[in-house]
């Protein structure tokens, strides 16, 4: 995935952190046996299709929400454009595993603006329409990878209750962020990010 310029150490910690995260989608995506994508859960549940399409769908809304000018080239934007919303009846695994990593993007180069520096439009996160604004601080990625890591959660409960359980290098992978690290295209090793030299500018974040 290929990640914008940054200058603050929170703004690449950010950025490198959510790419992390959409990684693990991807790969539960990839390795989830295809007759668990739409099978039925006891009790009127979300199907696994509909959590995966539900998280791609709320990564748009807060995009639009909270930097519309990043969609719009009336807005001076780079006419980047909102997400397509995804119908979880009908998006196939793949078609999915696309979205996701479009809207990821469209969240990271927000996410690398509001904690850029500089002169960000991004004053305030805006998750939901009926939702009190936050103004833009650690909170707003907080909230951000709980909602992914919260559906993650589900999916793999849900998998191993239908009788299709993730394989191991799938449970265990996700937990080993520094071959996530490095496959969400973020550079050097962990902590990377948050490191400078005494007294020496910040460098920017490379690009995969």
Request: glycine share 10%; net charge positive; charged share 20%.
């Amino acid at each position: 995935m290929r990640q914008p310029e940054v200058h603050t150490q929170l703004g690449r910690t950010a950025v490198r952190i959510f790419a992390a995260s959409d990684r693990m989608n991807q790969m539960m995506i990839e390795d989830l046996d295809p007759l668990a994508w739409r099978a039925r859960p006891p009790g009127g549940v979300r199907t696994i299709a509909a959590i995966f399409t539900h998280m791609h769908n709320v990564r748009s809304k807060w995009v639009r929400l909270t930097a519309p000018h990043l969609t719009s080239p009336n807005l001076g934007g780079p006419n980047l454009g909102v997400p397509a919303q995804l119908n979880r009846a009908r998006s196939t695994p793949q078609q999915t595993r696309v979205a996701l990593a479009e809207s990821a993007g469209r969240c990271i180069e927000m996410l690398s603006e509001a904690f850029g520096g500089g002169e960000s439009r991004i004053r305030y996160f805006r998750r939901d329409g009926w939702a009190q604004p936050w103004p833009v601080g650690p909170e707003m990625l907080c909230y951000m990878l709980s909602h992914e890591a919260h559906h993650r959660g589900q999916v793999c409960m849900l998998a191993h209750q239908l009788g299709f359980p993730l394989p191991d290098r799938v449970v265990g992978g996700i937990w080993n962020w520094e071959k996530l690290w490095r496959e969400s295209g973020s550079p050097g090793s962990l902590g990377h990010a948050s490191q400078r030299s005494p007294g020496k500018n910040p460098s920017p974040i490379l690009t995969a």
